[in-house]
């Protein structure tokens, strides 16, 4: 599979193995995870906790990508895998985001901040300039957070 495909056909760089670990935010992350498939991985992923990765958040279309950046880190949530098909369903997941301009994203293998462990997540190292609004902090939850008072205080 090309390395550029868009978010369609994410690249995986290797299949996943139970033991491993994948490192989730944005929709992904368990408490925004409303998804109608999620019955399909209960019991196959046990979370480890909070995670910091390496990079920086942006807001593309109001869909979280995270793009390398040694400045940057990304507040997420680090699972086990205990059955392979988890990655599947995350892989499914991401592509069934819209299809937002500059939004393109890899699974690929990272270390994490913290804890000091490898894990898969989901990059997106073709994000141009001008594509989204960076989420400073990094923490997705936070911003949506901060974005539903403003919304609150509007009314």
Same mark, same amino acid.
């Given at each position: ?5 868009? *978010? #369609?056909?994410?690249? @995986?760089?290797?299949?996943? =193995?139970? /033991? ?9 992350? #368990? #408490? ?9 991985? !209960? $019991?196959?992923?046990?979370?480890? /906790?909070?995670?910091?990765?390496? /990079?920086?958040? @942006?807001? *593309? ?16 949530? &680090?699972? !086990? *895998? ?10 499914? =997941? *991401? ?11 890899? !699974?690929? !293998? %990272? ?20 594509? $989204?609004? %960076? ?8 911003? &949506? ?5 403003? &919304?609150?205080?509007?009314?």
């Amino acid at each position: 599979m090309a390395t550029n495909e868009k *978010i #369609h056909r994410p690249v @995986f760089e290797r299949p996943a =193995r139970a /033991g491993k670990y994948v490192a989730v935010y944005g929709g992904l992350m #368990h #408490h925004l995870c409303q998804s109608r498939g999620a019955a399909e991985v !209960r $019991g196959k992923a046990i979370m480890v /906790g909070a995670c910091w990765l390496q /990079g920086s958040l @942006f807001s *593309i279309d109001g869909q979280a990508t995270m793009v390398p950046s040694p400045d940057g880190q990304v507040l997420g949530e &680090l699972y !086990r *895998i205990l059955d392979p098909s988890v990655i599947r369903w995350c892989d499914e =997941r *991401i592509r069934e985001q819209p299809d937002a301009a500059g939004y393109e994203a890899r !699974r690929r !293998r %990272v270390n994490l901040i913290e804890p000091e462990v490898a894990a898969w997540a989901y990059v997106n190292d073709r994000l141009r300039p001008g594509d $989204g609004r %960076v989420i400073a902090n990094g923490d997705w939850r936070g911003h &949506l957070d901060s974005r539903t008072s403003a &919304l609150m205080l509007a009314v």
